[in-house]
């Protein structure tokens, strides 16, 4: 099979994935359901078709092997999740693992021989959904399972799947999920790091009263206090969002006694990050002050930034600029298994043009064309990797 039509055949294979799950007329595939389990058999299957040895470990997670004919070699890693949230795309994961197969039959088409093991992961748990806890599957892998995590959990079991080897590196084709390289009229992009997150609950309480008898200068609103923080997060100058927002009690004829806020505040240095929601933290204080309205200032999670690898990064540069095409260097705003992955080994990410930036959405889209680069560029940058 050529490059074109092993760009087709993941095209078709992400369509077939995406049939799929565990609810009618939806994309929704969680950690271990049926779907799940009906999702590894057939990925499992392409992986046999090309060439690998399958199994599935105790987390779920999807295990194709190439194991290298010298002896004692390591293993490096390919892949990404195969769950997805509710009402998801169809990319947003199944595309890092089938763009690995393809990539994988594409060295077996050129006679590869590798000095290292090549293992291709479908991780069973990136999204969270099943548990809100994300990055099961692959902290199952890594051995860096929380308590916490775990209690919450039915399949104790999965802590089994703790792998001692040690890997080379972990590498993931996944789409952008982000308008950038689509705005710069590129297949492919090179992700620096993975950004940081805080996510803060904040609380103001005011005074509720009667829209009419309350004079203006007299009130003490939370809603208006809660807005100008929404306005001074747009500002913050890193990527900041409010994205829920709840008045009390909610009535058209209540001055608004009682805001509650989400805010999500990341960036790919954690010092930018942490000087950014240490600033809005002091604004916040400073509005309720002049409003006379109290603040409840609460730090729900915390994670810090992780960068991509320099030196494999610096591979998939390589091997782009190889196909003629400018290197887009790019931090990812969401989070992936590499997060959980670096503990481990050296992380990198190979990022695909998706349309509009949109993901987490059926409306997800990525082209056939941009596909194919993407295998080829894994392929390549497999090789490199092999001659180093
Ligand atoms: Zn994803």
Known sequence: MNELQLSQLVMQRCDALGKIS?????????????????????????????????????????????????????TFLLGSHLDTVRDAGKYDGPLGVLTAIAAVELLHKRGAKLPFNLEIVGFSDEEGVRYQTAYLGSNAFAGTLKS?????????????????????GYAEVHIEQGPVLEAKNLPVGVVTAIAGQSRIRVELHGVAGHAGTVPMDLRHDALAGAAELVLATERCG???????????????NVIPGKAFLTLDVRHQSDARRLAAVKSLHAKTRNIATRRGLKLVWTPVQENGAVQCDKKLAQIFSKCVAQRGLDVL?????AGHDGVVLSQICPVAMLFVRCKGGISHNPAESVKAADVRVAIEVLADFILKLAEL
Not at 53 to 70: K, P
């Open 148 to 168: 916490a995590d775990l209690a919450r959990i039915q399949e104790k079991q999965i802590v089994k799947a703790r792998r001692r080897d040690e890997f080379l």
């Open 238 to 252: 890193v990527t900041a969002t409010v994205g829920k927002l709840e008045v009390a009690p909610g009535a058209s």
């Open 329 to 333: 260097k790019l931090p990812s705003g």
């Open 22 to 74: 565990e609810e009618p007329n939806r994309l929704t595939r969680t950690f271990a359901s049926s779907a799940m389990r009906r999702a590894n058999k057939l990925v499992g299957s392409w992986m046999r078709a090309a060439g690998m040895q399958v199994r599935e470990d105790a987390a779920f997670n999807l295990l194709g092997r190439w194991n290298s004919s010298h002896r004692a070699a390591k």
